[in-house]
Each structure stands twice: as structure tokens, then as C-alpha cells.
């Protein structure tokens, strides 16, 4: 059992209820024995003042949500910094003392309810000295910023001057000798707000997915009208020193092209730009798209503006032309699921960081890591940030791609493999054939996986097979060749335009082996859930019987659920995650007029409780049960209670989530009704069963990148395999192990497994992994909601370096 966590709250919130939290151990079984537990870390005392600064970015207010609630309930006092520097530095009402309740109903709402400015007074020694006063006349000596480099910067530099300011204001009269010993240091941990996702040691900042999502959103409506009237469209959006939203916006919907600072096109690119617009319409392409970052330049440090692009086109081309300028629209609206969930999982540890911090701990900033939360040097990051500055400035822009990190470097190399074909006599003749087919349920974002997949594989030589329907399809013979061309326009459509089907290969190995044969495919792509990896390891078990499964297999992740052993996330969960954060945004509001009214939500998931946890995580729930998580009749009744004396506050609505199969007494119908019946007289409740919207809709940005990627990446993997696997006489054998593969991202990588070591780590019956990362996170939820519970921290605390970027560099370069 795992042990119980203290909460300390103000007298006007209502009691957290007791939770007993029976999972807790078979969720962390792999973490060491001695866990740290953050029961242990007590808030007593501590002061905590939270502001936002510099541009907004959608997100900041579910940080500022999380580092509030966590900082009431870990028992240290919480404050607002309204205005960011400037309110710090004019004092008064702009510096309040905050409760649980203040920040309720913010998760949902763009941009930041504590306000944000940028301050000329805090730039001086004497700004900074009265915003100093200001905080020891409320006993803050503890800081969590959210902003972009330059508010982190002025956050560091206040920090370093902390001491010296104290004795300024004792020497002048104007506090205490005692305070500057009582107050004798500050501590500060940053959290990047930024749309721009321009801040180096983190590979997305809060903010940046919901730009995507209101760029694509964008691109999506624009592509319909283009095509009517075949039109080319040049869209400029935001990145004055960062090309990520153009680049990534780019390789979502397929553009033609992008300019972005970090590569600059080569010499000549006019001519360049309209022969392959040229081509395009040339192959009965209706429309085109360029995007252009607004800070796009040349190789000589010119300005590359989206006007000048136009002019170009209809000059040379003389196409029928647009702009559209999507200016602050990529600020607005609400945030994106993946956003809420980093933002609160970022406030969670920011508060966690600032409780551990002591007078030599350096201002750090909480950073994503692939799934994980880091903790890196914010003066690292800064100077970084400050370096791709630099090379770009001085055209050395091979340098400042490396410096942007990995992830943008990958993303501009996927993007120059897929957005042009190569003349047919430039490209390899590799004389393999490779087959792409879709298994399982539909999932929003497979159509981006087989276009990556078709368009890299031509690129390496091949001869692409696309499977219709599934093994049943490829049972029957429904395949045929597929070229570059015939895979245009699918990044942004829904569903599988493959087709698909759940129905296993068991039964049809013989006609299977026989189709293969018949089109010589050497290769095979599967792209699916839980039963195209089952199909994987039918096909394998099957190679002692049919030599021709003995060629090299991969599978790549694409279903809702996200219940695949081996991957930390599916192409297609994300998206349906939007869509029940977005139903229970609506759902919510709807009980905004009436009160006391708590929603009852069923979602999708089969056995696997991820997307009622995170759905939960995202949209602020009291409770999400779930199948891994045992849970009976004692406590469905101790959350009636809870939302009992939630309602005795002015939160007076309760929004609950089930997964579909958590518990087959305890169903959706049965706890609509114990719930109305125990809250008779308090509350009322309403029942909504999502059901298949969850699997349609348009791919969110995130599922179309990561299925380019991860598509690519597992096309590259079959290039070498079939190279390794070549046999003199002509043809293709492999029958090892590690010739099947599944590809999926694990924790900060994506990694090559067998199926069959898979076995394993699988439960069968439920059809779920038997450890899945996300469970860590769960006590997040309940901790937000007010849940006595514990939360293991064993993997927080630890200072990482920015790779490439020691403490000690800095030091001697700023000297």
C-alpha cells in the first residue's frame, strides 16, 4: 500500500478526501526500492511567488494552475505576480496571495489570466531593487517564472544580485538587518512559454503544439479553397528567430516549400522554387502551399518576406496567388491537450525543484526530454539559445540547425527527403520491392505514416506496394504499386485511405505467402494497433512452414488506445485525446450556468487507461477509473464525498472519466446512477458516452509529424535490412529475431525490438503492456484535484547538462 501524503490547505477549501491508491506499486514496479516519495518534501514555510512574462503562449495558465495547487498543497504559501516584471517592480495589489479555488476554471482559457508585460524598470539596478522590496514585504524568496529566454535571463540575473540588493535596502532604512539574513537567498525555476519553441534544452516549450494546431488548423481550410480555383497560397507564420512552426507546420500538411532562418535555400532558389511548382501543377497538382517563417532570410542575411515570394510566383509563373498572414491567431485560442499536460507536469516539478532548492542550487528550468521531465542549468539553455543567435548571424547555419537540437534537425531532414522527389535518374535502383499495409482500427495520422513511408522509400530505390483492407486485403490480392504522386494531399486526412481491418493473418498464411510470392515483395511495413503486432508475430512463428515471411518486417504504433507493447506513444492517440479534452471543455461549460452538476464520461481505450487518465490530466477531472487501477465500492463512494464538499466551495461542478472496460460491474450506467443517488439534493449528474468520434476527425500536428517520422525512420531500417539480408542468388532472407521489429519511442528515443522479446512485456488477454510509463502521472490529476496521495519523485531532482554545453564554458566564455 502506498503511503498516505499530507496536504495543507487554508481553512476555506474543503478537506481533500483519502484516497487509497492500490495500483500505485504495480506502476512503478520497475523503479528502485528506494523511492522518493514527495510526501517527504514539505512546503512548510516556504514562500512562492508565480508570474508570466514576455510574449503569452497557450498553456501558461494550466503552469500557473499546476505550480499554485501544488505549491497549497505541499503547504507553502502561494502568490501571484500580476503584470510579470513590471507588477513585481510596482508592488502593492500586483503581488497577491492566492487559494486553491483563484485558479480554477483556467486550464482551458489561451493566453495568461495574471497578465504579462514587458518591463523597461526591471532592466536597471534600480528596478530590480525595488522589485526586491516588494517581494520581502511578502516573504518571497521563492520564484517560478514562465516565460522565454530573455525573462529567464533577467530571472538569473536578479537571483545572482539577491544578496546585494538586501543589504542596499537594510543599508538605505529600508528593511531590516534580520531580513537580509532570514531572506538571504533566492531560488528560481523557469518553465519556457513560447509559441516559438526557440529555447534550446527542451524539445517542445509550452505553447508551441497549440501554434501548430491553430496553423494547421489554418492550412487545412485554406487547401480546400485552393484547390477549387488551383491556387497557390503563401502563408507566413511566426518565428522571427526560429523556424520550428514553419518546418514542422511544413511536414504536416506536405507545403512545397519553407524558408526559415536556420537553412536558408541556396543561391538560385527563384528558379528552383518555380520549376518545382511547375512540376507539381505539371502532375495535376490543383494547388500549392509555401510557407514562409517571418524571420525567413537568404545565405547572405537578407529578408526572404512572404510579399516577395508572391511576387515572385505570379511574376514568373503567373499563378494566381495569395498571402495569408496568420499573425497573433497562432497566440490564441485554447490549448492543445499536449500542452495542459506538459504545462501541469512542468508546474508539478517546478514546485518540486523550488522545495529541494537550497542557497547553491542554480536557477534551473524544467525541460521535456522525449516523455521525460528534466531539469537542466537555466543558464545553459540561455547561452545555447544565444549560440544559434550567433551562427546564424555569422551564415554559419549548418552550426545553428546542429545547435537547435536533434529533434530539428531530424524534422529538416525528414521534411528535404519528402517534399521532393529526385529526377528517376538520380535515384538509387535498389530492385527491392516493399508492401505498406494498415491493420487494426482506424487511427487519425496513418495516412501520414504511409506517405512518409511510400515517399522514402522511392527515395532509397524502392518499389513500393501499397496492401489494401488489411492481411484480409493482402489475402486476396488487393495490392498494387504505389508512386510518389498517388500518396499527395494524405498528411491531413482522417481514417485510412489504405483501408483497415482487425482480422489476424492466422488464417490466411497460405494465400498471404502465395501473394507475396506472386509480386516478390522483400520487405513489409505494418502500420497498426494490437493486432497488426500480434499479426507480426504470427507471420514470424509462421516462417518455418512459408519462406517468404522470411524477409525483414517492421511495424510502426497507430492506434487510439496507445496499448502497444514497446512504445511509449501511437500515432493517433494524441488526436483522439484533443477531441476528449475538447467534448469535456464544452462539457463543462455547459454546467457553468447550471452548478452542482457532475458529467459522467466514457471513453475509448479497450482494457488500456490512457486516454481517460490523460483526457483526465487535460481537462482538469476529480477522477478517471481505469482497468490498471483497481478500484471498488469503498472508493466510488469516498469520490462522491469529495465532489460533495466540492460543491460546498464555488467549484461547483465535477467531471469524472471511465475508461470502457475498467471494471465490468462497476460500468458507466452503474456509477451515473450510485453517483446520482448518493448526491441527491447536492448535485445532479449527466452521462456522455464519446464513443467513435474519438477515432475520426483530422490528425492533430503532433500525430501527422510523429507518423512522417517514425514512418521514415522504420523505411530506413528496412533499407539496411534488406542490404544485410540479400542473398548472392537473388533474393531476400532473413529469419532472425531481430529481422521483425517493432519501432517505437521509449521514454527519450526511438528504438528497433523484436516482437518476439515483446512477449514478454505483454499482457495478452487485456491486451495492454504490462508496465506503461504514463501510470506515473496519474497521482498528478488526483493531486490537482485535491486527492490525498502518493506521488514517487525518484526520477526528479537530478540536474542535467544541455549536451554540448557545460557550466564551466559558460563561465569562461561570459567572462
Request: with cysteine; net charge neutral; proline share 3%.
Amino acid at each position: 500500500m502506498a503511503s498516505e501524503g499530507k496536504e495543507s490547505k487554508p481553512d476555506s477549501q474543503p478537506a481533500a478526501t483519502q484516497f487509497t491508491c492500490k495500483d500505485l506499486a504495480a506502476s512503478a514496479t520497475h523503479q528502485p526500492t528506494d523511492k522518493k516519495l514527495f510526501e517527504n518534501l514539505s512546503g512548510a514555510g516556504k514562500v512562492i511567488g508565480v508570474l508570466t512574462s514576455g510574449g503569452d503562449a497557450q498553456g501558461m495558465n494550466a503552469a500557473v494552475r499546476a505550480v499554485v495547487r501544488m505549491g497549497i498543497y505541499v503547504g507553502a504559501k502561494m502568490y501571484f505576480v500580476y503584470e510579470g516584471y513590471q507588477g513585481m517592480v510596482d508592488g502593492g495589489n500586483n503581488i497577491v496571495e492566492v487559494t486553491w479555488e483563484c485558479v480554477s476554471s483556467i486550464l482551458q482559457v489561451g493566453g495568461t489570466v495574471i497578465g504579462s508585460a514587458r518591463c523597461q524598470a526591471f532592466r536597471t539596478r534600480e528596478g530590480r531593487l525595488q522589485a526586491a522590496y516588494n517581494l520581502i514585504q511578502k516573504g518571497i524568496t521563492n520564484l517560478c517564472v514562465i516565460g522565454g529566454d530573455g525573462s529567464l535571463t533577467g530571472a538569473n540575473l536578479f537571483r545572482e544580485e539577491w544578496s546585494g540588493l538586501l543589504e542596499e535596502l537594510a543599508k538605505a532604512g529600508k528593511i531590516e538587518k534580520e531580513a537580509v539574513k532570514k531572506y538571504a537567498y533566492l531560488n528560481i525555476v523557469g518553465m519556457v512559454g513560447s509559441i516559438d519553441n526557440d529555447f534550446c534544452g527542451t524539445d517542445m516549450t509550452i505553447g508551441t503544439d497549440s501554434a501548430l494546431h491553430r496553423i494547421i488548423e489554418v492550412v487545412d481550410a485554406i487547401m480546400t479553397t485552393a484547390q477549387s480555383h488551383q491556387r497557390t497560397f503563401v502563408l507566413e507564420v511566426m518565428g522571427r528567430h526560429c523556424g520550428y512552426l514553419a518546418l514542422v507546420s511544413a511536414l504536416a500538411c506536405g507545403a512545397d516549400w519553407v524558408f526559415i532562418p536556420e537553412y536558408p535555400p541556396e543561391e538560385g532558389w527563384e528558379k528552383l522554387l518555380c520549376t518545382k511548382l511547375l512540376e507539381n501543377r505539371a502532375n495535376k497538382k490543383r494547388l500549392n502551399i509555401i510557407i514562409v517563417a517571418e524571420g525567413a532570410i537568404d545565405i547572405h542575411n537578407k529578408p526572404i518576406t512572404s510579399e516577395k515570394v508572391k511576387d515572385l510566383v505570379v511574376k514568373q509563373l503567373g499563378y494566381d496567388t495569395r498571402v495569408t498572414i496568420l499573425g497573433h491567431v497562432q497566440r490564441g485560442g485554447t490549448p492543445s491537450a499536449f500542452d495542459r499536460i506538459l504545462a501541469s507536469r512542468m508546474g508539478v516539478d517546478a514546485v518540486l525543484a523550488l522545495l529541494e532548492a537550497t542557497a547553491d542550487t542554480p536557477a534551473c528550468v524544467v525541460s521535456l526530454s522525449g516523455n521525460q521531465s528534466v531539469r537542466l542549468p537555466l543558464m545553459e539553455c540561455v547561452h545555447m539559445t544565444q549560440e544559434v543567435q550567433k551562427a546564424m548571424d555569422n551564415c554559419q547555419f549548418a552550426e545553428a540547425v546542429k545547435l537547435r537540437g536533434r529533434s530539428f534537425e531530424n524534422n529538416l531532414n525528414t521534411y528535404k527527403l519528402l517534399s521532393q522527389k529526385k529526377p528517376d535518374s538520380e535515384l538509387p535502383k535498389s530492385n527491392f520491392n516493399v508492401a505498406i499495409m494498415n491493420v487494426g482500427a482506424p487511427a487519425a495520422g496513418m495516412n501520414a505514416a504511409v506517405r512518409s513511408a511510400v515517399r522514402m522509400g522511392i527515395s532509397e530505390g524502392h518499389k513500393m506496394f501499397a496492401v489494401n483492407n488489411g492481411f484480409e486485403g493482402f489475402s486476396k490480392g488487393q495490392i498494387k504499386e504505389i508512386t510518389w504522386g498517388g500518396v499527395g494531399g494524405w498528411t491531413g486526412q482522417g481514417g485510412s485511405i489504405l483501408g483497415t481491418k482487425r482480422t489476424l493473418p492466422a488464417k490466411y498464411l497460405e494465400t498471404i505467402a502465395e501473394q507475396m510470392r506472386i509480386h516478390n515483395i522483400n520487405a513489409l511495413l505494418v502500420i497498426g494497433g494490437f493486432e497488426a503486432y500480434l499479426g507480426l508475430l504470427e507471420l514470424s512463428a509462421a516462417r518455418e512452414k512459408y519462406e517468404e515471411f522470411c524477409v525483414p518486417m517492421v511495424m510502426v504504433p497507430a492506434t487510439v488506445s496507445n496499448n502497444v507493447p514497446g512504445s511509449d506513444f501511437s500515432i493517433g492517440a494524441d488526436t483522439a485525446l484533443n477531441t476528449i479534452t475538447d467534448t469535456c471543455d464544452r462539457i463543462k461549460q455547459s454546467a457553468s450556468g447550471t452548478k452542482r452538476r457532475v458529467f459522467i464520461i466514457e471513453t475509448m481505450g479497450g482494457y488500456c487507461g490512457y486516454l481517460a487518465s490523460m483526457g483526465g490530466l487535460a481537462a482538469g477531472a476529480d477522477v478517471a477509473y481505469i482497468f490498471e487501477e483497481e478500484f471498488d465500492i469503498r472508493e466510488l463512494q469516498a469520490n462522491v464525498e469529495h465532489l460533495t464538499e466540492k460543491m460546498k466551495t464555488s467549484i461547483q461542478r465535477g467531471l469524472v472519466l471511465r475508461n470502457e472496460n475498467c471494471n465490468e460491474n462497476y460500468t458507466t450506467d452503474f456509477i451515473y446512477q450510485l453517483y446520482s443517488e448518493e448526491g441527491k439534493g447536492i448535485f445532479d449528474c449527466r452521462k456522455n458516452v464519446l464513443g467513435h468520434m474519438q477515432q475520426g476527425g483530422a490528425p492533430s500536428p503532433f500525430d501527422r509529424n510523429f507518423g512522417t517520422k517514425i514512418s521514415a525512420k522504420a523505411v530506413l531500417w528496412l533499407s539496411e535490412k534488406l542490404k544485410e539480408s540479400y542473398r548472392k542468388e537473388g533474393k531476400v532472407f532473413a529469419n532472425t529475431d531481430d529481422s521483425v521489429c517493432l519501432l517505437g519511442m521509449r521514454t527519450r528515443k526511438l528504438i528497433f525490438q523484436p516482437v518476439t522479446e515483446l512477449k514478454s512485456e505483454t499482457d495478452f488477454e487485456h491486451r495492454i503492456p504490462k508496465e506503461q510509463w504514463w501510470l506515473k502521472l496519474r497521482p498528478l490529476m488526483k493531486i490537482l484535484a485535491k486527492y490525498k496521495i502518493s506521488y514517487d519523485v525518484s526520477d526528479s531532482g537530478q540536474l542535467e547538462h544541455v549536451p554540448g554545453c557545460e557550466i564551466g564554458q559558460i563561465e569562461t566564455q561570459t567572462a
